[in-house]
């Protein structure tokens, strides 16, 4: 039901923009949410934006360098990322759901999750 694209490969500095697109989901009521895994490491929050796409929330080593949007009426979430370093590379998963403000950084807040895009940044 979400289906993530757009990694690949790209030098430090360099930029990429993923996107998720949702099937068979009200997709507005929804928090999108970018979570990222590199080999060996738990799956850490990356960026986050409610359904109305009037609160987005990132974790600080992305804060001022990647911006999520989404676009309602397409069922698509969108993540920037510009400035790319290698510390960035890994898969990236995008997922939908409900939770709370205190859980929204948190993996088990999520119901619905993408298959995962790679995202290598080279030096």
């Known amino acids: 039901q979400l289906q993530a694209c757009g990694g690949g490969l790209v030098q430090t500095g360099g930029s990429l923009r993923l996107s998720c697109a949702a099937s068979?989901?009200?997709?507005?009521?929804?928090?999108i949410t970018w979570f990222r895994q590199a080999p060996g490491k738990e799956r850490e929050f990356v960026a986050s934006?409610?359904?109305?796409?009037?609160?987005?929330f990132y974790a600080d080593s992305v804060k001022g360098r990647f911006a999520i949007s989404r676009d309602n009426a397409k069922n698509t979430g969108y993540l920037q990322m510009n400035s790319l370093r290698p510390e960035d590379t890994a898969a990236y998963y995008c997922?939908?759901?409900?939770?709370?403000?205190?859980?929204?950084?948190?993996?088990?807040?999520?119901?619905?999750w993408g298959q995962g895009t790679q995202v290598t940044v080279s030096s």
């Open positions: 997922s939908a759901g409900r939770p709370i403000l205190s859980n929204i950084r948190q993996t088990a807040g999520y119901t619905y």
């Open positions: 068979d989901l009200t997709f507005s009521m929804y928090t």
């Open positions: 934006i409610r359904g109305s796409g009037g609160a987005v």
